[in-house]
């Protein structure tokens, strides 16, 4: 009988030896500080109720993922300077959710310009790569997290483009994880979102994931939790859930 070994992830403490980037090594030193590997989405629009999500979960959370552009009466003064404020004070990092996806000096001036001043804020973003290798070049002084697939039903992201696309994520400094419903090579770190307890869609074609299977069965280093948290009854109970699942 032939013994195939299972083969195990490493652990935060093992990746932190090895990472390379700034933001990489926060978000292990994060991780292994608050004992959690939860980003919590904060897919609400307005910023009263951004900032009293980030009040709850923040405890709990290793980072904040926006979609800063759904915030409807967003201001700079009102909506970043309060978050970086709560970030600093429950120790999370900020990921904006942008998911760029243009050439890169386009992305250079939404990721500098604008109302949102994304540079300004952000840890990380996140960005397609179906803009080649030199469209990430832009993202100075962040840490980017590559879209390598999408876990809505009938995504384009094939196995033949995920490969090209972890090409060129792999390859690239400031690239120091992906999103992906699949494993990813080791020295990436490894987001998945769509992680639900309770629900298999939304009828919308998101397909969810249990986090035991997104942990076994991928290796996954960090869960990103959207409706279970911001639309549970009391989102700070469900983060510390999440966190402890």
């Known amino acids: 009988v032939v013994q195939f070994e299972e083969k195990t992830r490493l652990s935060y403490?093992?990746?932190?030896e090895t990472s390379q980037h700034s933001v990489a090594k926060k978000l292990l030193e994060t991780a292994i500080t608050k004992e959690s590997n939860l980003i919590a989405s904060a897919d609400v629009t307005t910023t009263d109720e951004l900032l009293a999500l980030a009040e709850k979960v923040g405890p709990n959370i290793i980072a904040l993922k926006t979609h800063i552009d759904i915030i409807s009466d967003f201001d700079y003064e009102k909506t970043i300077v309060p978050l970086k404020a709560l970030a600093?004070?429950?120790?999370?990092?900020?990921m904006e959710d942008r998911k760029f996806a243009d050439i890169g000096?386009?992305?250079?001036?939404?990721?500098?310009?604008?109302?949102?001043?994304?540079?300004?804020?952000?840890?990380?973003?996140?960005?397609?790569?179906i803009g080649g290798y030199e469209s990430l070049d832009?993202?100075?002084?962040?840490?980017?997290?590559?879209i390598v697939g999408m876990s809505?039903?009938?995504?384009?992201t094939t196995s033949a483009y995920r490969e090209e696309a972890l090409k060129v994520a792999n390859s690239h400094p400031n690239v120091i994880g992906g999103v992906s419903q699949n494993q990813l090579p080791e020295e990436m770190l490894l987001f998945t979102p769509g992680v639900n307890l309770a629900d298999s869609g939304d009828g919308k074609g998101q397909q969810y994931n249990t986090p035991e299977h997104v942990f076994k069965t991928l290796h996954t280093d960090f869960i990103i939790v959207g409706r279970g948290i911001y639309k549970s009854e009391n989102p700070g109970n469900a983060a510390l859930t999440y966190k402890n699942e």
């Open 88 to 94: 600093e004070k429950h120790k999370f990092l900020l």
């Open 105 to 129: 000096n386009t992305q250079e001036l939404q990721f500098t310009s604008g109302v949102f001043k994304i540079t300004d804020w952000a840890d990380f973003v996140t960005s397609q790569v």
């Open 152 to 156: 809505s039903k009938g995504a384009l």
């Open 13 to 16: 403490e093992q990746k932190l």
């Open 138 to 146: 832009c993202f100075k002084n962040v840490g980017v997290v590559a």
